[in-house]
């Protein structure tokens, strides 16, 4: 039962409070539906396979309930990549609701594009670039993601 009303809860969040993501998501979903490589429903989150996996490291992104990725990592549940993103889907949306998408989404592409760009043109190592959560959207997604998702186990509602 607490199952069902947590996802009824995110759900009801998602076509409410967080709808700029969650519609952003649902227009990604159907473009992409028939080029998806997997879909798996876990955590009360969909999450994607969409186009190759490349030897450099992969790429995700959350729209409302559904994350994107290049990379079959985003389906282990114990992982930091995918609870990362849970991290953007549940906790971050729900505290910002529909400026979600300009607070965290947004600056989150960006940044993630220019690191990309410094790395690949030559101009920066990896090594040398900030760590990934040094940005305050990257790290709540990560904190938040990996506590909430482990409380809400632990307490049998994922």
Same mark, same amino acid.
């Given at each position: 039962?607490?199952?069902?009303?947590?996802?009824?809860?995110?759900?009801?969040?998602?076509?409410?409070?967080?709808?700029?993501?969650g519609?952003?998501?649902?227009?990604?979903?159907? &473009?992409?539906?028939?080029?998806?490589?997997? %879909?798996?429903? !876990?955590?009360?989150?969909?999450? #994607?396979?969409? $186009? *190759?996996?490349?030897?450099?490291?992969?790429?995700?992104?959350?729209?409302?309930?559904?994350?994107?990725?290049?990379?079959?990592?985003?389906?282990?549940?114990?992982?930091s990549?995918?609870?990362?993103?849970?991290?953007?889907?549940?906790?971050?949306?729900?505290?910002?609701?529909?400026?979600?998408? &300009?607070?965290?989404?947004?600056?989150?592409? %960006?940044?993630? !594009?220019?690191?990309?760009?410094? #790395?690949r043109? $030559? *101009?920066?190592?990896?090594?040398?670039?900030?760590?990934?959560?040094?940005?305050?959207?990257?790290?709540?997604?990560?904190?938040?993601?990996?506590y909430?998702?482990?409380?809400l186990?632990?307490?049998?509602?994922?």
């Amino acid at each position: 039962m607490k199952k069902i009303l947590f996802r009824i809860s995110c759900y009801l969040l998602w076509c409410t409070w967080g709808i700029l993501d969650g519609l952003y998501g649902l227009i990604i979903f159907l &473009f992409t539906f028939a080029f998806a490589g997997k %879909i798996k429903y !876990q955590d009360n989150i969909i999450t #994607v396979k969409i $186009g *190759k996996t490349y030897k450099a490291s992969g790429w995700a992104f959350e729209a409302g309930a559904f994350v994107f990725s290049n990379t079959d990592a985003i389906f282990d549940t114990k992982n930091s990549f995918f609870k990362h993103e849970w991290g953007h889907c549940i906790p971050q949306t729900w505290l910002c609701g529909p400026l979600h998408i &300009f607070l965290c989404g947004i600056p989150s592409v %960006i940044r993630f !594009q220019y690191r990309e760009y410094l #790395v690949r043109s $030559g *101009k920066k190592k990896r090594s040398e670039l900030k760590l990934y959560d040094a940005a305050w959207f990257e790290g709540t997604a990560t904190k938040w993601g990996t506590y909430w998702n482990n409380k809400l186990k632990e307490k049998g509602w994922l």
